[in-house]
């Protein structure tokens, strides 16, 4: 055989030995990504790794600053935690009700959403410049959260209701001309952090519904203008812009947060500080447990613990995305789950491009992991609701079920194998052998053989 015979044959044995090693990859996920019950379990367990991994990031940025307060160290991490609690509370019941639930709530959810919010504008609490508090009896709670979810259980009724004419513009006012209205109040409050989400939202809505590009061109090009023109309106807003164009190069009171958040990402490295060991949570960074804990995250766990968030958030749209292609023909259910997947994923964005130093300084929380009351437990019954959609996937709900007596019976069989043991005496011998022998063979056998042959 030739040289090139030879290297050819062995080029042939390679490609079939990685055709083989796809084909076996292949074989074990393609089952698994056609299972009835990814979506429900994938969202699950992606929506609790990143609830846990809050509260321990919160407990990690928060415990100096409440100490120096006079605190034990625990406080705002054990108020995270309750919240988390009342989340888990709300996401439980939430994934509970039945999907045509969220279809009649999704009026008075409006009518709430939009009354909670204009109390805003006349009786609101300004925090950090941004008028978007509510404050009863010494509690304050975010609206604008709330409202978030209104849009998309209402956007997604209207659109639903209205999927045969949505090539009119008539059509689609019931769904556009309350979001709107929403989005121009949150604006009033001066939170472009929010109403940025809200845009995304919206425009999200409309895009899965159907209607046509060329509706979407004209409010999408005076949406931008109008970004632009609010982004450049402030004197506080243009200085958060000429800060971010110097790269922070300057001793002015908007480059200290992003120039120290930028600190913590780069002194993690790789592998971070250590859980625990942050040097800019010790006063040097403002809110270390809100806007900023992605720094936090990037200094004690480096860079790989950055991008295990970032992969949490791909897995979520991943699975969000899957769903909205396996209800295939529901547009209520694909709108309203296309809108939170837009929710959170944008935020999502900001926050961690805010951070390291892509975007200008935009307030907004990193979803399920920043400290915060009203986003953290509203966030969590949206999150629910999605539950509730991929629960009733065809063919999900008895394969659930079908898994959890699987599991029920497993553990019926541990336990029971256990009692087994415990009933065991502790000083019982093993049972002796038989002493019973087989009989002897005699030995003259043969010689009577033998003679009887003779």
């Not at 994938?42 to 321990?56: E, W």
């Not at 609490?125 to 978030?148: A, C, D, H, R, Y």
């Not at 002015?252 to 040097?279: D, I, K, N, T």
Request: proline share 5%; with cysteine.
């Amino acid at each position: 055989m030739t040289r090139n015979a030879q290297v050819s044959a062995k080029a042939q044995r390679g490609r079939n030995a990685e055709n083989g090693f796809l084909n076996r990859v292949g074989s074990a996920i393609g089952p698994w990504l056609k299972s009835p019950v990814l979506d429900f379990y994938g969202i699950l367990t992606v929506g609790v790794l990143l609830v846990v991994f809050g509260i321990v990031m919160v407990l990690s940025s928060s415990s100096v600053l409440d100490i120096s307060k006079g605190g034990t160290g625990y406080g705002a991490a054990m108020k995270h935690f309750l919240l988390a609690l009342i989340g888990f509370v709300l996401m439980t019941a939430a994934a509970l009700f039945p999907p045509g639930f969220y279809r009649k709530i999704a009026p008075l959810a409006l009518i709430v959403g939009l009354g909670l919010q204009t109390l805003v504008i006349f009786i609101g609490k300004e925090v950090n410049g941004n008028k978007n508090w509510l404050q009863i009896g010494g509690q304050t709670f975010q609206p604008s959260e709330m409202l978030k979810l209104a849009l998309v259980v209402w956007m997604a009724l209207a659109l639903a209701n209205r999927r045969p004419s949505l090539h009119r513009v008539k059509a689609l006012l019931p769904a556009v001309l309350p979001a709107v209205i929403g989005l121009g109040i949150v604006l009033l409050g001066k939170d472009l952090g929010t109403g940025l989400v809200l845009v995304a939202l919206i425009g999200t809505c409309l895009w899965v519904a159907g209607v046509p590009r060329r509706i979407l061109a004209g409010p999408a090009f005076f949406g931008v203008l109008a970004v632009i023109g609010l982004t450049f309106g402030t004197s506080n807003r243009r200085d958060r812009i000429s800060h971010w164009l110097s790269g922070y190069k300057c001793s002015a009171q908007g480059c200290y947060q992003p120039r120290h958040g930028l600190m913590g990402l780069a002194e993690g490295g790789w592998f971070g500080v250590g859980l625990g060991e942050s040097r800019q949570k010790w006063g040097l960074l403002p809110h270390p447990d809100n806007d900023y804990i992605f720094a936090i995250i990037g200094e004690e766990i480096g860079l790989i613990g950055t991008l295990l968030v970032v992969f949490l958030y791909v897995a979520l749209f991943f699975f969000l995305t899957n769903m909205i292609r396996r209800y295939k023909g529901d547009v209520f259910t694909q709108v309203a789950t296309a809108g939170v997947a837009a929710w959170f994923l944008s935020q999502a964005l900001i926050n961690m491009c805010v951070v390291a130093g892509v975007l200008p300084v935009i307030g907004v929380p990193l979803p399920f992991i920043s400290a915060g009351g009203t986003a953290l437990t509203v966030s969590m019954g949206a999150l629910g609701m999605l539950l509730c959609f991929a629960r009733n996937e065809p063919g999900a709900k008895s394969a659930i079920q079908a898994s959890w007596k699987s599991a029920r019976g497993s553990v019926g069989v541990f336990a029971s194998g256990v009692r087994g043991k415990k009933s065991t005496p502790a000083k019982a011998k093993p049972a002796r052998a038989s002493k019973t022998r087989a009989p002897k063979t005699k030995k003259n056998s043969g010689n009577a053989a033998k003679g009887r042959k003779s």
